[in-house]
């Protein structure tokens, strides 16, 4: 099982990102991903996630209204589109995959928002 999360970067607040995160070894609609993050000196948090069955998401109330989780099942990936993005949403966001008692993470990527 491996994760590839990109699409990080710089930007102003108010900008937007999309980040991936590709998947190996299990398929995105047969187990529940989700992304998360963790800044500096803070525990890490659940952002989103999606279901696998279903399709159906969830998100933080911090970023309810602003970022969208999604999947493409033919590329196997997720993506989390982040919008009216604010200084807070600086950190290093990364993907999870759980199976069971299971839990795979990817490499993480940086977002970081200037204000």
């Known amino acids: 099982v491996q994760l590839q999360a990109s699409g990080g970067g710089l930007v102003q607040t108010g900008s937007s990102l999309r980040l991936s995160c590709a998947a190996s070894?299990?398929?995105?609609?047969?187990?529940?991903v989700g992304w998360y993050r963790q800044a500096p000196k803070k525990e890490r948090e659940r952002v989103s996630c999606?279901?696998?069955?279903?399709?159906?998401?969830n998100h933080a109330d911090s970023v309810k209204g602003r970022f969208t989780i999604s999947r493409d099942i033919a590329k196997n990936t997720v993506y989390l589109q982040m919008n009216s993005l604010k200084p807070e949403d600086t950190a290093v966001y990364y993907c999870?995959?759980?199976?069971?008692?299971?839990?795979?993470w990817g490499q993480g990527t940086q977002v970081t928002v200037s204000s």
């Open positions: 999870n995959v759980l199976m069971g008692s299971r839990s795979f």
């Open positions: 070894g299990f398929a995105v609609d047969t187990y529940a």
């Open positions: 999606i279901s696998p069955t279903d399709g159906s998401t």
